[in-house]
């Protein structure tokens, strides 16, 4: 009798610690979502409290742990978070097939933040695979969505626009108002980035109705909602963009949003940067970085560039030098690859005022890789001569040389091969000019002679050369024709370096020499000139474009002539005169016009021609 007493009270306690840790989870979870992504801190406090209580259920541990993955992400612990999802995955063995499928889906939105996209793409088709072994039609179509969101993520925004068109009717079939809209307003994202947004501003303001409802983040994504739209107008170069922002920033500071109330301040600075309103730019930025750095220093490069040039245009010098103290290299470690390039940029601008050669040097040696990794190979003039301060012109053109080389090698012939020692022979004698002249002239006319003879031995090899040499001849009226066209930006830094004051001299004749150069520098002929030039490189192009594409202007044809050149959208941008994001968008519209689903498609058919 006593064993069965004793035996039911033993059993009795386990139900009350059961029960009473469980009614403790409930607390702790319940406060940890109000506070998940607007105060990280808190949260994470929250999630170490849960785990510490006694005999929880495996699925309930399983859970807390991809809630502490889901934290590490947000701060941008990518590989922490990594860690909780593995673990979570790993440890209970009874989770059900939807479990392992959304922590597999919060991996490869981990993966997809530090930038390893092919990694992120296969687990979420691990994910759907698992999603379709139950027919989860919801959750499939969220796999589509997430998958949109990682072409986004790495810049393919023709392939996430076309995944996202495809995805929205689905979506609407669906009757799942919550995906749709969150597939709305990252459509309103990816029209946004593309340069089209008057569109995007339409989408945005479709996803109001539903994230104005209070439950799960909706509050959050409306307000976020706002923020972009204010962020469309900015672009556009509207004040309205302000009251947008005014809407979002109080909307966060309500639902106590501190991320997003920074990031929020941080556009209302860019507005006000980019209207050259500085003064009212600076103390946004200010607040934005230092909250950024503090919480998020992997994603504040860009604010904290922002910030400088702001700082730069007040002559803030001394407050700038602080700033430059810190540690940039976390800010860096997950930027991509144009907010490293404006950063960059910055700081070889603020080194030269300062005087600071060794690191202005530092910077643009930076900016020659960053640069190379966007294939922008023929941007480096004015790099160039910057770095020719330091002595190493004769360096870039041995590698320049040595590049050439390498490029022609699959193509040339045992004349090329001849042409290539004659060139290694001419940097041999740059470099000792005064002590080998007359050898290396030697050896220069004899590979003259040995090429004539050569030639005349050998017919075919002859007519290969010849064509050869034509091609050459192609290139090089290409190149002449694109440096033609960038005369106007040589006399805007010409008169620029002037004005900068670095040749001490007094304003008036400052003026006088600016004046005479402008005189040199506007001729109206130059753009009849480029056009002759393309002409009779190209004589039906035009005429192709007008007859198979009766729609386009001859602005419209002028710039896919640009296109034909090979010339990148910087250039483009720097040689019309307009923005980055207007050539981005210009493209966009002429694929329209012209019935081209992606970039690639337009750029292939006009080289054709």
Not at 487 to 510: A, G, P, R, W
Request: hydrophobic share 40%; aromatic share 12%.
């Amino acid at each position: 009798m006593f064993k069965k007493v004793f035996f039911f009270i033993f059993l009795l306690n386990i139900s009350l610690l059961f029960a009473q840790s469980n009614q403790v989870y409930n607390g702790y979870y319940k406060r940890f979502l109000k506070v998940q992504f607007s105060n990280t801190k808190l949260a994470k406090k929250y999630l170490d409290s849960i785990l510490l209580l006694p005999k929880l259920p495996d699925s309930i541990i399983c859970k807390t742990y991809n809630d502490v993955g889901i934290y590490h992400a947000t701060i941008g612990d990518y590989d922490s978070a990594i860690r909780y999802f593995e673990k979570s995955y790993a440890f209970d063995p009874n989770c059900g097939v939807k479990t392992k499928a959304n922590i597999l889906c919060n991996i490869a939105n981990t993966q997809k933040l530090f930038g390893k996209y092919d990694l992120a793409i296969a687990n979420l088709h691990r994910s759907k695979k698992l999603y379709g072994s139950i027919s989860d039609e919801k959750n499939l179509l969220k796999i589509e969505s997430e998958i949109c969101s990682v072409y986004y993520s790495k810049s393919d925004f023709n392939k996430a626009l076309e995944i996202s068109s495809e995805l929205l009717p689905k979506l609407e079939a669906l009757g799942d108002k919550k995906l749709l809209n969150i597939q709305l307003l990252r459509q309103a994202n990816i029209e946004f980035n593309v340069g089209d947004f008057e569109n995007a501003i339409v989408n945005y303001n479709k996803t109001l109705p539903y994230f104005g409802k209070d439950i799960d983040n909706n509050l959050q994504n409306k307000y976020v909602a706002i923020m972009n739209i204010g962020s469309c107008y900015s672009e556009l170069g509207k004040s309205k963009a302000l009251h947008y922002f005014s809407i979002a920033l109080k909307g966060f500071r309500v639902i106590s949003d501190s991320r997003n109330e920074f990031f929020c301040m941080g556009r209302i600075g860019k507005y006000y940067y980019k209207i050259k309103n500085y003064k009212k730019a600076t103390p946004y930025l200010k607040k934005s970085f230092d909250y950024m750095y503090a919480n998020l220093p992997h994603i504040s490069l860009e604010i904290f560039t922002f910030y400088l040039n702001s700082l730069q245009k007040q002559n803030s010098f001394s407050e700038i030098e602080e700033l430059l103290a810190l540690d940039a290299a976390i800010m860096l470690s997950q930027a991509n690859l144009q907010e490293k390039i404006f950063y960059y940029e910055t700081l070889a601008t603020l080194y030269g005022k300062f005087g600071d050669k060794a690191s202005e040097y530092s910077a643009l040696k930076s900016l020659q890789t960053l640069y190379a990794e966007r294939q922008k190979e023929n941007t480096f003039e004015e790099l160039q001569k910057k770095l020719n301060q330091y002595n190493i012109k004769n360096e870039i053109n041995k590698n320049r040389n040595l590049e050439l080389q390498v490029s022609n090698l699959k193509l040339q012939n045992t004349i090329i091969w001849i042409l290539i020692l004659f060139t290694v022979l001419l940097i041999s004698y740059f470099f000792d000019k005064y002590k080998k002249k007359n050898k290396i002239q030697g050896l220069i006319l004899m590979q003259l002679q040995q090429e004539k003879e050569l030639n005349e031995q050998n017919n075919l090899l002859k007519d290969e050369q010849l064509k050869l040499e034509g091609e050459l001849l192609r290139i090089k009226e290409r190149e002449l024709t694109a440096l033609q066209l960038k005369i106007f930006q040589i006399k805007s830094n010409i008169i620029d370096f002037l004005q900068s004051n670095i040749i001490k001299t007094n304003d008036k004749e400052l003026k006088n020499i600016i004046v005479k150069i402008e005189s040199f520098f506007n001729n109206d002929d130059y753009w009849r000139e480029f056009e002759i030039r393309f002409t009779n490189m190209h004589p039906d192009f035009t005429i192709k474009i007008k007859k198979t594409y009766p729609v386009l202007t001859k602005k419209d044809i002028d710039f896919l002539s640009l296109i034909k050149l090979n010339l990148n959208n910087k250039e483009i941008a720097t040689l019309i005169n307009i923005s980055y994001e207007s050539v981005i968008s210009k493209k966009y519209l002429l694929r329209k016009k012209m019935n081209f689903s992606s970039e690639n498609e337009l750029v292939e058919y006009v080289n054709e021609l």
